[in-house]
Protein backbone atom coordinates (compact mmCIF):
# COMPACT_ATOMS: atom_id res chain seq x y z
CA UNK A 1 0.00 0.00 0.00
CA UNK A 2 1.46 3.20 -0.85
CA UNK A 3 1.54 5.88 1.64
CA UNK A 4 1.61 8.82 2.74
CA UNK A 5 1.51 10.27 6.19
CA UNK A 6 0.97 13.96 7.72
CA UNK A 7 0.60 14.93 11.37
CA UNK A 8 -2.99 16.22 11.19
CA UNK A 9 -2.17 18.83 13.40
CA UNK A 10 -3.57 21.12 14.32
CA UNK A 11 0.35 23.22 14.19
CA UNK A 12 -0.16 26.56 15.75
CA UNK A 13 2.11 29.38 14.98
CA UNK A 14 2.19 33.17 15.41
CA UNK A 15 1.53 35.72 12.53
CA UNK A 16 5.02 36.46 11.37
CA UNK A 17 6.23 33.16 11.67
CA UNK A 18 7.81 30.27 9.32
CA UNK A 19 5.31 27.29 9.54
CA UNK A 20 7.15 24.16 8.83
CA UNK A 21 4.66 21.10 7.29
CA UNK A 22 5.86 17.85 7.05
CA UNK A 23 5.53 14.85 4.86
CA UNK A 24 6.73 11.20 4.41
CA UNK A 25 5.64 8.81 1.79
CA UNK A 26 7.15 5.26 1.50
CA UNK A 27 6.93 4.20 -2.24
CA UNK A 28 10.47 5.18 -2.95
CA UNK A 29 9.40 5.41 -7.18
CA UNK A 30 7.33 8.30 -6.12
CA UNK A 31 9.15 11.28 -8.83
CA UNK A 32 6.76 14.59 -8.32
CA UNK A 33 5.22 15.49 -4.83
CA UNK A 34 2.80 18.29 -4.44
CA UNK A 35 1.21 20.83 -1.79
CA UNK A 36 -2.39 21.74 -1.53
CA UNK A 37 -3.81 24.05 0.43
CA UNK A 38 -7.47 23.60 1.44
CA UNK A 39 -9.77 26.04 3.19
CA UNK A 40 -12.77 24.89 5.25
CA UNK A 41 -15.48 24.13 2.55
CA UNK A 42 -13.46 24.79 -0.35
CA UNK A 43 -11.53 22.46 -2.88
CA UNK A 44 -8.00 21.99 -2.25
CA UNK A 45 -5.85 24.81 -4.56
CA UNK A 46 -2.40 23.55 -5.86
CA UNK A 47 0.44 26.13 -3.71
CA UNK A 48 3.92 24.43 -5.32
CA UNK A 49 5.16 21.33 -6.49
CA UNK A 50 8.92 19.60 -7.23
CA UNK A 51 10.55 17.06 -8.83
CA UNK A 52 14.10 17.32 -7.40
CA UNK A 53 16.28 17.00 -4.37
CA UNK A 54 16.81 20.27 -2.74
CA UNK A 55 14.65 23.33 -2.43
CA UNK A 56 12.54 25.00 -4.71
CA UNK A 57 10.83 28.66 -3.88
CA UNK A 58 7.70 30.50 -5.21
CA UNK A 59 6.89 33.53 -2.83
CA UNK A 60 6.34 33.16 0.43
CA UNK A 61 6.57 29.14 0.20
CA UNK A 62 9.58 26.90 -0.32
CA UNK A 63 9.35 22.95 -1.11
CA UNK A 64 11.79 21.23 0.63
CA UNK A 65 12.56 17.33 -0.97
CA UNK A 66 14.77 14.57 0.32
CA UNK A 67 14.30 11.38 -1.90
CA UNK A 68 16.86 9.36 0.28
CA UNK A 69 14.80 10.00 3.28
CA UNK A 70 11.43 9.51 1.47
CA UNK A 71 10.77 13.50 2.93
CA UNK A 72 8.53 16.02 1.36
CA UNK A 73 8.46 19.52 3.53
CA UNK A 74 6.41 23.04 2.86
CA UNK A 75 7.98 26.46 4.73
CA UNK A 76 6.02 29.28 4.67
CA UNK A 77 7.09 32.48 5.65
CA UNK A 78 6.14 35.30 7.34
CA UNK A 79 2.51 33.47 7.84
CA UNK A 80 -0.42 35.13 7.78
CA UNK A 81 -3.98 34.60 9.62
CA UNK A 82 -5.21 33.98 5.90
CA UNK A 83 -2.61 31.09 5.74
CA UNK A 84 -4.77 29.23 8.23
CA UNK A 85 -5.63 26.23 6.45
CA UNK A 86 -5.63 22.52 5.73
CA UNK A 87 -2.14 21.88 3.76
CA UNK A 88 -2.50 18.58 1.72
CA UNK A 89 0.62 16.49 0.62
CA UNK A 90 0.44 14.64 -2.50
CA UNK A 91 2.93 11.90 -4.20
CA UNK A 92 2.67 10.46 -7.92
CA UNK A 93 4.62 7.13 -8.27
CA UNK A 94 6.02 6.76 -12.04
CA UNK A 95 3.01 5.64 -15.07
CA UNK A 96 -0.03 5.84 -12.86
CA UNK A 97 -1.79 8.41 -15.36
CA UNK A 98 -0.93 10.89 -13.16
CA UNK A 99 -2.33 9.84 -10.26
CA UNK A 100 -2.06 11.19 -7.28
CA UNK A 101 -1.61 10.11 -3.47
CA UNK A 102 -2.99 12.53 -1.04
CA UNK A 103 -1.93 12.71 2.77
CA UNK A 104 -4.93 13.39 5.12
CA UNK A 105 -3.17 16.82 5.67
CA UNK A 106 -1.98 18.95 8.05
CA UNK A 107 -4.05 21.65 9.55
CA UNK A 108 -2.12 25.22 10.19
CA UNK A 109 -3.50 28.11 12.60
CA UNK A 110 -1.95 31.40 12.49
CA UNK A 111 -2.46 33.14 15.41
CA UNK A 112 -2.45 36.96 16.17
CA UNK B 1 -7.01 29.52 -19.23
CA UNK B 2 -8.79 26.36 -17.99
CA UNK B 3 -11.73 25.83 -16.18
CA UNK B 4 -13.16 23.35 -14.53
CA UNK B 5 -17.28 22.74 -13.34
CA UNK B 6 -19.03 21.00 -10.96
CA UNK B 7 -22.52 20.96 -10.37
CA UNK B 8 -24.87 20.80 -8.58
CA UNK B 9 -22.83 22.62 -5.60
CA UNK B 10 -24.87 20.67 -2.98
CA UNK B 11 -27.41 17.77 -3.32
CA UNK B 12 -29.31 16.13 -0.48
CA UNK B 13 -30.62 12.83 -1.37
CA UNK B 14 -32.65 10.21 0.63
CA UNK B 15 -30.77 6.32 0.99
CA UNK B 16 -31.52 4.55 -2.67
CA UNK B 17 -32.08 7.36 -4.47
CA UNK B 18 -29.97 7.34 -7.86
CA UNK B 19 -27.34 10.28 -7.97
CA UNK B 20 -25.47 12.16 -11.03
CA UNK B 21 -22.80 14.74 -10.56
CA UNK B 22 -21.17 16.01 -13.67
CA UNK B 23 -17.94 17.77 -14.32
CA UNK B 24 -16.77 19.58 -17.50
CA UNK B 25 -13.58 21.40 -18.38
CA UNK B 26 -12.97 24.38 -20.70
CA UNK B 27 -9.72 25.59 -22.30
CA UNK B 28 -7.78 21.92 -22.82
CA UNK B 29 -8.54 18.93 -25.25
CA UNK B 30 -8.14 15.24 -24.27
CA UNK B 31 -7.40 16.21 -20.00
CA UNK B 32 -7.18 13.10 -18.02
CA UNK B 33 -10.41 13.43 -15.59
CA UNK B 34 -10.40 12.34 -12.05
CA UNK B 35 -13.42 11.86 -9.49
CA UNK B 36 -12.19 11.99 -5.71
CA UNK B 37 -14.33 11.93 -2.55
CA UNK B 38 -13.74 13.41 0.98
CA UNK B 39 -15.71 12.19 3.51
CA UNK B 40 -15.96 15.01 6.90
CA UNK B 41 -12.53 15.10 8.54
CA UNK B 42 -10.78 12.43 6.02
CA UNK B 43 -8.54 12.31 3.50
CA UNK B 44 -9.09 12.63 0.02
CA UNK B 45 -10.25 9.30 -1.87
CA UNK B 46 -9.95 8.43 -5.43
CA UNK B 47 -12.64 6.75 -6.90
CA UNK B 48 -12.49 7.01 -10.65
CA UNK B 49 -10.10 8.37 -13.37
CA UNK B 50 -10.42 8.82 -17.33
CA UNK B 51 -7.29 8.92 -20.18
CA UNK B 52 -9.76 9.46 -22.45
CA UNK B 53 -13.48 9.37 -24.03
CA UNK B 54 -15.15 5.74 -22.67
CA UNK B 55 -12.51 5.28 -20.73
CA UNK B 56 -12.89 4.55 -17.40
CA UNK B 57 -10.93 3.17 -14.41
CA UNK B 58 -12.03 2.35 -10.76
CA UNK B 59 -10.14 2.58 -8.08
CA UNK B 60 -12.57 1.44 -5.26
CA UNK B 61 -15.32 -1.17 -5.59
CA UNK B 62 -18.74 0.72 -4.62
CA UNK B 63 -22.24 1.09 -5.79
CA UNK B 64 -20.86 4.57 -8.04
CA UNK B 65 -20.10 4.38 -11.53
CA UNK B 66 -18.35 6.88 -13.67
CA UNK B 67 -19.11 7.50 -17.63
CA UNK B 68 -16.89 10.22 -19.67
CA UNK B 69 -19.09 11.01 -22.93
CA UNK B 70 -17.01 13.93 -24.67
CA UNK B 71 -13.77 14.65 -23.73
CA UNK B 72 -14.13 17.49 -21.53
CA UNK B 73 -17.08 15.97 -19.40
CA UNK B 74 -17.00 13.57 -16.61
CA UNK B 75 -20.17 11.86 -14.88
CA UNK B 76 -20.62 10.15 -11.53
CA UNK B 77 -23.26 7.94 -10.52
CA UNK B 78 -25.10 5.76 -8.58
CA UNK B 79 -28.03 3.50 -8.68
CA UNK B 80 -28.90 3.73 -5.28
CA UNK B 81 -27.23 5.61 -2.64
CA UNK B 82 -26.14 4.58 0.92
CA UNK B 83 -25.26 6.52 3.67
CA UNK B 84 -21.96 6.04 3.45
CA UNK B 85 -21.95 8.03 0.13
CA UNK B 86 -22.11 11.14 1.55
CA UNK B 87 -19.07 13.75 1.46
CA UNK B 88 -17.59 16.08 -0.31
CA UNK B 89 -17.52 14.93 -4.29
CA UNK B 90 -14.36 16.60 -6.37
CA UNK B 91 -13.16 16.51 -10.01
CA UNK B 92 -9.79 17.24 -11.13
CA UNK B 93 -7.70 16.95 -14.54
CA UNK B 94 -4.28 17.41 -14.86
CA UNK B 95 -2.09 19.84 -16.08
CA UNK B 96 1.53 19.17 -18.15
CA UNK B 97 3.25 18.65 -14.81
CA UNK B 98 1.11 16.21 -13.83
CA UNK B 99 -0.85 18.94 -11.23
CA UNK B 100 -4.15 18.45 -10.75
CA UNK B 101 -6.75 21.11 -10.57
CA UNK B 102 -10.27 21.02 -8.79
CA UNK B 103 -13.28 21.77 -8.92
CA UNK B 104 -15.42 23.55 -6.73
CA UNK B 105 -16.52 20.28 -5.12
CA UNK B 106 -20.55 19.09 -4.94
CA UNK B 107 -21.23 18.45 -1.37
CA UNK B 108 -23.80 15.19 -0.74
CA UNK B 109 -25.75 14.31 2.40
CA UNK B 110 -27.60 11.43 2.27
CA UNK B 111 -30.22 10.98 4.03
Known amino acids: QKEVEQNSGPLSVPEGAIASLNCTYS??????FFWYRQYSGKSPELIMF????GDKEDGRFTAQLNKASQYVSLLIRDSQPSDSATYLC????????????FGTGTRLQVTL | SQTIHQWPATLVQPVGSPLSLECTVEGTSNPNLYWYRQAAGRGLQLLFYSVGIGQISSEVPQNLSASRPQDRQFILSSKKLLLSDSGFYLC??????????FGPGTRLTVT
Open chain 1, 90 to 101: AVRATGTASKLT
Open chain 2, 92 to 101: AWTGGAHEQY
Open chain 1, 27 to 32: DRGSQS
Open chain 1, 50 to 53: IYSN
